[in-house]
């Protein structure tokens, strides 16, 4: 099976719904990842589920999961805007684990701190029950050249 991935990042920039994007992707399936906008800005969610954990003993999310929310909401940023013309790829990422993930929904949010013409910078976090109490942020360079 194919995925145009151009006529999906179309009709999500048409319709401001960039969770047809997230529907076509296994891994953001697998993490139960879905996405809103809330005042301009993407929100993503990952749904906690018991294939999520990674010390059953807290219980406590992996951290793997958490990058990768991260990293998706990141590159799910830079691609609905309207300027990028490539698919988004990542040059690096830094992450600070600032508290344990408890077992629960995690919501992300983004901000493109810098698009250039060849890269872009986007700031995340993640967090549960509050808002300003982060479980982990990242700084996540995109490349975005075709």
Avoid at 14 to 33: C, H, K, M, N, Q
Avoid at 74 to 85: E, G, Q, R, S, Y
Avoid at 92 to 108: E, F, K, N, V, W
Wanted: proline residues 3%; neutral net charge; hydrophobic residues 45%.
């Amino acid at each position: 099976m194919t995925v145009d991935l151009i006529a999906l990042l179309a009709r999500a920039r048409e319709t401001g719904d960039a969770s047809v994007l997230l529907d076509a992707i296994p891994y953001a399936r697998f993490l139960g990842l879905s996405i809103r906008n809330e005042g301009g800005s993407p929100i993503a969610s990952m749904q906690f589920a018991e294939h999520l954990v990674g010390d059953a003993t807290i219980p406590a999310l992996h951290g793997g999961t958490l990058a990768a929310l991260l990293e998706s909401t990141a590159i799910l940023a830079v691609m609905i805007d309207p300027k990028t013309n490539a698919m988004p790829r990542t040059i690096t990422i830094t992450i600070d684990y600032l508290r344990s993930g408890r077992a629960q929904r995690t919501d992300c949010r983004a901000r493109v701190v810098r698009q250039g013409r060849r890269v872009a910078v986007v700031a995340t976090e993640a967090y549960q029950d509050d808002v300003d109490k982060s479980v982990v942020t990242a700084i996540v360079h995109l490349f975005v050249v075709e």
